[in-house]
């Protein structure tokens, strides 16, 4: 079973990011698939979410209206598309996965993590 995350980089403040994260050795509509980021020197937190058939779809408040989350079920893929970013979206981003469930998504529920790719927004 393997998440495999691409697509960080610098930008400045105000630019875009895509990221992706293609799974595999997993069956894929049977996990939520999801992003969490670390700063520095910070926890691991939850960024953004989304089920099988888009149900279940959650946002963390900060970025709410500047990210989206989607999937492409035929390529076993969910991407982060990231916009208006700003210099405290600095991370590493984190590709996860976890049965499919109800309710908010922390650390304790993933079952599976990819490697990070970092962020990192220029002021």
């Known amino acids: 079973v393997q998440l495999q995350a691409s697509g960080g980089g610098l930008v400045q403040a105000g630019g875009s990011l895509r990221l992706s994260c293609v799974a595999s050795?997993?069956?894929?509509?049977?996990?939520?698939m999801g992003w969490f980021r670390q700063a520095p020197g910070k926890e691991r937190g939850f960024v953004a979410a989304r089920g099988w058939y888009g149900f279940n779809t959650q946002y963390a408040d900060s970025v709410k209206g500047r990210f989206t989350i989607s999937r492409d079920n035929a390529k076993n893929t969910v991407y982060l598309q990231m916009n208006s970013l700003k210099p405290e979206d600095t991370a590493v981003y984190y590709c996860?996965?976890?049965?499919?469930?109800?309710?908010?998504?922390?650390?304790?529920?993933?079952?599976?993590w990819g490697q990070g790719t970092q962020v990192t927004v220029s002021s």
């Open positions: 996860a996965a976890r049965s499919t469930r109800y309710g908010t998504w922390s650390t304790r529920d993933t079952d599976i």
């Open positions: 050795g997993l069956t894929f509509n049977k996990y939520d």
